[in-house]
C-alpha cells in the first residue's frame, strides 16, 4: 500500500508516481515482479475532484477506481462504507438461505443452539471489521439490525405483535450498534497495549476539532475509556 495525502489531486499523483518509480527500481534490483493489472489507485476525498492524472508502473497504466477491496473490506472513494456494508448483507443473506434447513420457524433445533449458529456464522459476516466503519452512517446501520430482527424472530417464531426489543431482552442479546461499540472497545483497547500499534500511531486519537460533521472510528469509544 502506497499512500500520500494533499489538497491537491495533482500533488497527490505526483507524489504516488514517485514513489512507484522508486518501486520499480527495487523490484528490478531484487528481482521481484508485480502485476499492474492487479493494482488499483483510489483518491478518497468527499470533493468531486477532476480522475487525477494517471499512475504507470512497468510502462503500465494503474487505473483510477472509485473503491477497492483490501483484506476483505470494500473501502470506497468517500468512506461511506455501504459498498462493504451491501455486499456482507447480500452474503449474509445468501448464508441464512444456506441455514433455512437448520434455521426456520418449524425448527425443532433449540433456540440456544440456533442463536448460537447466529453468533457464529451471521453475525461476524455482517459486523466484520466493525471497529473500522462502525461509525457509518445510521440507515446503514439500520439495515443490519433489520437483518438481526428477522432472524431472531425465526429463531423464537414470533408473531408479529412482538417487539423487537423484547425479542432482544428475552435472548440476551445486544443490537447490532451496541455490538459494534463494544467490539470497538475492546478492539482500540487491545492496539492501545499493543507496542506495534504505538510505532504506526493506531490508538492515537484525531483532534478534537474537525470541520466535517462525519463521525471516526474513534468516536465509537468513550472519551475515558482510552
Known amino acids: 500500500v502506497i499512500y500520500s495525502e494533499s489538497r491537491n489531486p495533482e500533488a497527490i499523483s505526483a507524489h504516488l508516481q514517485n514513489h512507484l518509480n522508486t518501486l520499480s527500481v527495487w523490484c ?11 493494482s488499483v489507485s483510489v483518491l478518497f476525498s468527499l470533493r468531486r475532484n477532476p480522475t487525477p492524472p494517471p499512475l504507470i508502473f512497468n510502462h503500465e497504466p494503474i487505473s483510477w477506481k472509485p473503491s477497492v477491496k483490501y483484506l476483505g473490506v470494500t473501502l470506497d472513494k468517500r468512506l461511506t462504507w455501504w459498498p462493504h456494508l451491501s455486499s456482507k448483507l447480500q452474503q449474509a443473506y445468501q448464508r441464512l438461505g444456506m441455514l433455512f434447513p437448520i434455521l426456520n420457524r418449524k ?4 433456540k440456544n443452539l440456533s442463536l448460537l449458529i447466529y453468533k457464529q456464522v451471521l453475525r461476524p ?3 466484520y471489521a466493525c471497529p473500522i ?5 445510521q440507515t446503514h446501520l ?3 439490525q433489520i437483518f438481526q430482527n428477522k432472524v431472531l424472530r425465526t429463531i423464537t417464531n414470533a408473531p408479529w405483535f412482538v417487539r423487537n426489543s423484547n425479542i432482544h431482552n428475552d435472548l440476551k442479546i445486544s443490537t447490532i450498534q451496541d455490538h459494534i461499540k463494544l467490539t470497538a472497545v475492546s478492539f482500540f483497547e487491545s492496539t492501545h497495549r ?14 478534537p476539532q474537525r470541520r466535517l460533521k462525519r463521525g471516526c472510528p474513534h468516536d465509537l469509544i468513550p472519551q475515558d475509556t482510552i
Open 107 to 110: 425448527s425443532s433445533l433449540q
Open 142 to 144: 439500520k439495515k443490519l
Open 194 to 207: 499493543s507496542t506495534g500499534s504505538m510505532h504506526y500511531h493506531i490508538n492515537i486519537r484525531p483532534p
Open 133 to 137: 466503519w462502525g461509525n457509518c452512517a
Open 125 to 127: 459476516l455482517i459486523t
Open 28 to 38: 528490478k534490483n531484487w528481482k521481484i515482479s508485480i502485476n499492474p493489472s492487479k
